[in-house]
Each structure stands twice: as C-alpha cells, then as structure tokens.
Antibody, heavy 122, light 106 residues
Framework: EVQLVESGGGLVQPGSSLKLSCVAS????????MHWIRQVPKKGLEWIAF????????YQADSVKGRFTISRDNSKNTLNLEMNSLRSEDTAMYYC???????????????WGQGTSVTVSS | DIVMTQSPTSMSTSVGDRVTMNCKAS??????VDWYQEKTGQSPKLLIY???NRYTGVPDRFTGSGSGTDFTFTISNMQAEDLAMYYC?????????FGSGTRLEI
C-alpha cells in the first residue's frame, strides 16, 4: 500500500525557516517523480513544487521561487521542502503527492499524504 | 499561468441525483485534466485522470469528459458518501493549476 507521511509543520514567526519532510513507502520512491501542494485554510489547492525521480530537475511556483527548495534523499525514501523567509500567506496545509504513471504516456498525482500544517504568525 | 474556472462553487444535492460540474481552462490543455475528491479532514483523492478515465477502484457513477478548454465531471447517482469538495486540475503545463472547487451539500 502506498503511504506518504509528512512531518515538520508547526507555528513559526514571519521571516523564519522550516523544513518539511515526506517519508514514502509501498512503492519504488527512487523511480517516482514527486510534488508538493498546499491548501490555505478553507481555500483551494495550490501546486508549489515538483522534482524528478533522480532530483536532477525541479520546478517551483512563482509564489515560492527563491524561498522554497524541493529536494529528495532516495536512500531514505524522503522528499523535503525547505522553506525560508516565511510569510503569513504561506500558512497552509502542505501535502506531498506521488506523480504516478497511470498509462504509458500519462502521469498524475495518484497518491497524497495526509498533510502537515504550517502556521506563520507573530 | 493557466486559469481553471470551476463552476458552480457549491451545489445542493439529494441522494440519487445526477450532479454535474464544469471546469473551463483559460487555454487549450488537451486532455490533461484530472479530478480529485476531498472529504472533510482527508487529503484529496484521484477520481478521474486524463479528462475521462476512471482511476482504479473508483465507482462507475463518476465520469469525466471534455478536451481543449471545457471539461465536465458527473456523478450519475449521488450517494451520501459523495458529499465532498471536488477539484479539477490541469497538468498540461507548469505551474499545474487547480479549479477553485465545487462543494456538494445536502
């Protein structure tokens, strides 16, 4: 069974840093591309970052570019999100998601973790 | 960025109803649209991928259709356990973008 377990969230002050992690099991993590998505309380979903299976390439949303860094440690089946210069608008539930291949040519976010909550407030 | 305009924002439904919601993309996204269900206190779950394909284990009362800029998601026989938020998402180009969601209520 695919499992994704996020951790590292909490209450932090504006301008501070936080590192989120997502531990994967039940699939070959080192062969899987991965995403981070966030959800502002009672609002919609926002894609924020993507990383290839080998970590060679990644993409971020403009809203976090230059502040957030996505990385992975395939030896530990772990996806990371380092967040710097946090702002109140970064307050959200953060999810990691597996980007799985559902057909020979199509990939989709086929499994999500339960999320870890980040609150940025003074 | 591609904007996904989802409608309606909410719908009042009854068990047995046929429920339809829509997503309109601000530019052509081909068939690269997925639909997710989010129940209260849970993470989103994939229901439909590539516009019209039901994911493994998803009941056949859930269907999707469309291509280009206009997409539709339908529940043919609403069940109580289908009360949730539903989101479309385009994966045609980065940044991936979601619709604002449709809340189904009784």
């Amino acid at each position: 069974e695919v499992q994704l377990v996020e951790s590292g969230g909490g209450l932090v002050q504006p301008g501070s840093s936080l590192k989120l992690s997502c531990v994967a099991s039940g699939f070959t993590f080192s062969s899987s591309n991965m995403h981070w998505i966030r959800q502002v309380p009672k609002k919609g979903l926002e894609w924020i970052a993507f990383i290839y299976y080998d970590g060679a390439h990644n993409y971020q949303a403009d809203s976090v570019k230059g502040r957030f860094t996505i990385s992975r440690d395939n030896s530990k089946n772990t996806l990371n999100l380092e967040m710097n210069s946090l702002r109140s608008e970064d307050t959200a539930m953060y999810y990691c998601a597996k980007y799985g291949r559902v057909t020979s040519l199509y990939y989709t976010m086929d499994a999500w973790g339960q999320g870890t909550s980040v609150t940025v407030s003074s | 960025d591609i904007v996904m305009t989802q409608s309606p924002t909410s719908m009042s439904t009854s068990v047995g109803d046929r429920v339809t919601m829509n997503c309109k993309a601000s530019q052509n996204v081909g068939s690269n649209v997925d639909w997710y269900q989010e129940k209260t206190g849970q993470s989103p779950k994939l229901l439909i991928y590539k516009a019209s394909n039901r994911y493994t284990g998803v009941p056949d009362r859930f269907t999707g259709s469309g291509s280009g800029t206009d997409f539709t998601f339908t529940i043919s026989n609403m069940q109580a356990e289908d009360l949730a938020m539903y989101y479309c998402m385009q994966s045609n180009s980065y940044p991936f973008t979601f619709g604002s969601g449709t809340r189904l209520e009784i």
